[in-house]
Nanobody, 127 residues
Framework: QVQLVESGGGLVQAGGSLRLSCAAS????????MGWFRQAPGKEREFVAA???????????GYGDSVKGRFTISRDYAKSTVYLQMNSLKPEDTAVYYCAAGGRPRVYNAATEYDDWGQGTVVTVSS
């Protein structure tokens, strides 16, 4: 099992930036992909971004359509931490952001492919 702890959420004005972090601990060697999902009030959980690696090399990085060109996912291998840099934030980005870890997801944008989840961090973008 892997434990995930998100941080970096907060309140920001539209057009601003935030960087979310997700620190993993436990059996991290068994996980080869991490993703970010978000859930706004009254809406379904939405795929934001995912990253996958083999050894120390990144083999995949992908994004949901609503964040492409604005968000960037990255990983610090030594710290077992994944980051989500969020730029040009919009009020519609307001949500609880969850970090997830998976072994070898068959598809990266499906929440069911991930085994471990963090508690979430709140991002609020004011207009």
């Amino acid at each position: 099992q892997v434990q995930l702890v998100e941080s970096g959420g907060g309140l920001v004005q539209a057009g601003g930036s935030l960087r979310l972090s997700c620190a993993a601990s436990g059996r991290t060697f068994s996980r080869h992909a991490m993703g970010w999902f978000r859930q706004a009030p009254g809406k379904e959980r939405e795929f934001v971004a995912a990253i996958s690696w083999s050894g120390g090399a990144i083999v995949y990085a992908g994004y949901g359509d609503s964040v492409k060109g604005r968000f960037t996912i990255s990983r610090d291998y030594a710290k077992s931490t994944v980051y989500l840099q969020m730029n040009s934030l919009k009020p519609e980005d307001t949500a609880v952001y969850y970090c997830a870890a998976g072994g070898r997801p068959r598809v990266y944008n499906a929440a069911t492919e991930y085994d471990d989840w963090g508690q979430g961090t709140v991002v609020t973008v004011s207009s």
